[in-house]
């Protein structure tokens, strides 16, 4: 560590450490616009000169490390006026429309003026007229008026994806950035341009004048669409604040972690979301006539605890199956494995994930589910034997999820689900066939319940609901414990557990490599 | 001292500059001198680059490292882009061996293997003839494996500049070089350890080198009995402007402004009278004429709050506009402005829009003190010397010249 001395307060910071990290570390924002943390410093938009003693010109905060006994001043006036000329120049080209930017409420440009601008403009001259709508990507587009040049855009095509489609062209006032031959961004990761650019330049077509950034609810989660475990932001809205509308997912942002995706996360995470929104199953079905009254939780629960009740009866255990999905949580896994293997002898547990795909070679992987490194860490492994084989074989299946649907021609399937008395089905989409499931209880979403996966690396990572789950639905965890309290099983045992908590601590135990620890 | 022999006719070629002692200084080094002996003389002659900044050439050796496992390289800056400035053209059209003499001289120093000139592409003939020199030295021996016999070998390769001012500056000139578009890097790292291809890179100009040959040959304390103390040596001032005799004039550095314009010149053209004078290519803050009794050192002119820069001294006469200097400055830097660094790219432009205006006769007083903030915005902000480059001279006119910037304004 290397002791400096910040604002006048003594301050710390591990050696080589840039200024602008090292403050940040000490809670004080040094404006920015081209320092990314994922690049080298670039030096080239001037927003972070700040003041070191001893030297005669302010210095970039974004490539001068700490050293010992420095000091450094990020509030003086010279600051203060170095900061509110760079913004004058910025704002000299910009086109100010910000009523009609998508960036607005969430511009570095924007917010900074209002922190360190402030001033009349003395810019009476004619702006540049650049073009304002360049599609450079399926879902980009560039506006060259708002661009301030900042080269993020232009440094992870050459840094991050190697691809290196964006350039620089022109120069002096005339400079812009634009495409190299005309050849489009068409890689999986172009999502990250329109976010990384801390202005509206590069606009996102999936979100280009749906909402507002200040209307927008956010919170952390873990994406789902692959076994890397991208940190994400999930942002939603549950309607205007005034006036309650529809829940919907507006937005997929990357959550920066190093230790797993960096600061980026792959288009099909991204643009991954319409599912949440969309084809939900969000209340209980049964079968006609199955239950008395409208489909209410509690019946739900007697009628199928009293079907695993009967799982104890000789030879009964041996003519169930569950299929589970590694898309579930670890806790959920651990349930799956200890209500249905361990304590009502099932052993026709299986594990029926989405096809696998194709990497990419940085961030997604081919296991596109969220937690195969999850259920094996809960003994369960990947197959289902042929239906032909099961056929006749099965009274009672416990299906989570859609994907025996997709793994298995519709004939098929239909011949084996007539042969089993209960079908009963677990999902938070709904299915596309009329199948005749006894029962279909609604489950939740990675978004909207808490719990953990471990990702392809063995990084066991833990999530909360980014918002309720809508309707009657409720986490897989709540419904397994509910229905292991029903059927009796075990009783001193689940009567233990009340919440995830507890539902973690044992599974700690059981199964050391789902601890949860973070 | 370096220009004695110019204007003989056969200089161009290697057997003229051999005839005339040319490569003895290569020869000398090679067979009786270790590397660290030429630094030695060299950091003794305290020679400073001629290129504009007078960085010590020796100190600029020194800072590469001896023990690298990279290759090393040498660039030969020939890119001479200052306005204003021709002395580099006239070192290569009259004695290309003297720079090749003197790259191989540096490249022993460092132990560099491969040199590389930049040269800018409007200099199509001494491009050709330096060109023609490299494959003279080559094939006597001069350049390429075991030069002299000995354990050293050096290849030189001539690279032409496509036409930008900003890859005169060192780091833009390596991007240029490297292929990529020409715009200065970030420093630190300085090219002396990451320079072109991330590889430690020695950049000196090409006046700079062609004067070290004979410092080699007759050492540090020879080249020290002219010039300045600590500006030793000569270097050759490109005169323009409105004087009897424009030209190259080589000159002791501490000769003064008034006896360059006045004496060497001739002075000014019939029936005009002097009315400022930059005196180191555009960059260089103007002088008015109350301004020349200057010795032309580097010290010297920092203190007059200019620069010696590339030693282009431009003389203005009394029907030059100051309006219209203005406007040429701006206009200059406002097009070779690379774009990267946000207070030179739009600060060069906004300048160039206000004289624009003001040339156009449409100033307004306000319009000063709008030039003067934007130029003051540049100052010291910028990533590279340009922005000091284009906003210095224009801070010096509107300081200087304002009340004609004013009577020029509509208000």
């Known amino acids: ?518 | 001292m370096l220009t004695e022999n110019y204007g003989l006719a056969d200089l161009a070629t290697i057997a003229g500059y051999r005839a005339r002692g040319g490569y003895s200084a290569a020869v000398k080094a090679l067979r009786s001198m270790t590397p660290a002996e030429v630094l030695d003389e060299v950091k003794k002659s305290g020679l400073r680059g001629r290129g504009g900044a007078g960085f010590p050439a020796g100190m600029k050796w020194g800072f590469v490292p001896q023990k690298t496992d990279q290759p090393k390289y040498l660039c030969v800056n020939a890119d001479e882009g200052e306005p204003g400035t021709f002395k580099d053209r006239f070192i290569i059209s009259h004695d290309p061996h003297s720079v090749i003499e003197g790259a191989l001289l540096a490249s022993y120093a460092c132990d560099i293997h491969a040199a590389f000139v930049y040269i800018r592409g409007e200099y199509e003939a001494e491009a050709r003839r330096l060109e023609e020199a490299v494959r003279e030295a080559r094939s006597q021996g001069f350049l390429g494996s075991r030069i002299l016999g000995t354990e050293f070998s050096l290849d030189m390769a001539v690279y032409r500049g496509a036409g930008s001012y900003i890859c005169g500056e060192e780091t833009a000139l390596l991007e240029s070089l490297e292929g990529k578009r020409g715009q200065p890097r970030l420093k630190p790292p300085f090219p002396a350890t990451v320079g072109l291809f991330g590889c430690p890179t020695v950049i000196n100009n090409v006046e700079t080198l062609a004067n070290v040959p004979a410092i080699v040959l007759n050492g540090g304390e020879w080249f020290r009995r002219l010039g300045t103390d600590r500006d030793p040596g000569t270097r050759l001032f490109g005169v323009s402007g409105q004087v009897l005799k424009p030209g190259i004039y080589e000159l002791p550095l501490g000769t003064s402004l008034r006896e360059l314009i006045f004496k060497h010149a001739g002075g000014m053209k019939e029936g005009r009278t002097l009315k400022a004078v930059i005196p180191g290519g555009l960059s260089a803050p103007i002088l008015r004429p109350d301004e020349i009794e200057l010795s032309l050192d580097s010290e010297s002119l920092a203190a007059a709050g200019s620069m010696l820069g590339s030693a282009a001294v431009m003389v203005l006469d009394d029907r030059t506009s100051m309006v219209g200097v203005l406007k040429v400055v701006t206009g200059f830097y406002a097009h070779e402005s690379c774009g990267q660094c946000t207070p030179c790219r739009v600060g060069t432009g906004w300048m160039d829009k206000l004289a624009s205006r003001l040339a156009g006769g449409r100033g307004r007083r306000r319009d000063l003190d709008v030039l003067e903030r934007v130029a003051g915005g540049i100052v010291g902000r910028t990533l590279c010397p340009m922005g000091d480059a284009a906003a210095c001279p224009v801070l010096a006119i509107l300081k200087k010249f304002r009340s004609e910037l004013e009577e020029a304004c509509e208000e």
């Open chain 1, 1 to 518: 560590m290397v002791k400096f001395v910040l604002n006048g307060r003594p301050a710390e910071a591990p050696e080589g450490m840039t200024l602008l990290a090292a403050a940040a570390r000490a809670g004080i924002d040094i404006p920015h616009f081209c320092y990314h943390p994922a690049f080298p410093a670039e030096g080239s938009c001037r927003m972070c000169l700040v003041e070191v003693e001893g030297q005669p010109k302010l210095e970039l905060a974004c490539s001068t490390a700490v050293q010992e006994g420095l000091k450094v001043w990020t509030e003086t006036e010279k600051v203060a006026e170095a900061r509110r000329s760079v913004l004058e120049f910025l704002l000299a080209d910009h086109p100010l429309d910000c009523p009609v930017c998508d960036k607005a409420g969430e511009c570095d440009l924007q917010d900074y003026f209002r922190r360190y601008g402030l001033l009349p403009s003395a810019f009476e001259e004619a702006k540049e007229r650049r073009a304002k709508k360049v599609p450079i990507g399926e879902s980009l587009l560039l506006d060259r008026e708002r661009c301030i040049l900042c080269t993020r855009c232009v440094r992870f095509g050459r840094q991050v994806t190697r691809t290196e489609e964006l350039g620089l062209f022109q120069r002096g006032l005339k400079t812009e950035v634009g495409l190299f031959d005309d050849m489009p961004v068409a890689h999986n990761y172009s999502g990250c341009l329109a976010e990384a650019c801390p202005v509206g330049a590069i606009t996102d077509t999936d979100f280009r004048f749906k909402t507002r950034a200040w209307f927008l609810e956010r919170a952390d989660s873990i994406c789902p669409g692959c076994s890397r475990g991208c940190n994400i932001i999930v942002e939603h809205s549950s309607g205007f604040p005034r006036v309650p509308g529809s829940r919907k997912i507006f937005r997929i942002r990357a959550r920066a972690n190093p230790d797993v995706n960096g600061h980026w996360i792959c288009d099909l995470g991204r643009y991954g979301y319409a599912h949440l929104d969309t084809g939900r199953q969000e209340s209980l079905r049964t079968k006609e006539g199955l239950l008395p009254g409208a489909p209410s939780w509690e019946a739900a629960v007697r009628f199928l605890g009293e079907k695993l009740a009967g799982l104890r009866a000789e030879g009964a255990a041996r003519r169930a199956a569950v299929a589970a999905s590694s898309e579930l949580s670890n806790e959920e896994l651990y349930l799956v494995r200890r209500l249905f293997l361990q304590d009502l002898k099932v052993h026709k547990i299986f594990l029926v994930d989405p096809q696998e795909g194709e990497t990419d070679g940085f961030l997604l992987t081919s296991e596109r589910t969220p937690n195969r490194r999850g259920a094996e860490g809960a003994g369960l492994k990947l197959g289902l034997p042929g239906l032909d084989v099961l056929r006749g074989e099965v009274d009672l299946l416990i299906l989570f999820g859609l994907n025996i649907f997709e793994r298995f021609p519709g004939e098929q399937l239909r011949s084996f689900f007539d042969s089993v008395a209960a079908k009963i089905l677990l999902t938070h989409q709904a299915p596309v066939a009329a199948w005749e499931f006894e029962l279909i209880l609604p489950g939740a979403p990675s978004a909207e319940k808490s719990g953990s996966f471990t990702n392809v690396a063995g990084l066991v990572q833990s999530f909360a609901p980014v918002r309720p789950a809508g309707g009657q639905a409720r986490a897989e965890w709540e419904i397994l414990l509910d229905l292991a309290k029903a059927s009796g099983v075990n009783a001193p045992f689940y009567s233990g557990l009340t919440g995830l908590e507890d539902i973690r601590r044992e599974m700690g135990r059981e199964c050391p490599a789902l601890k949860v620890t973070s």
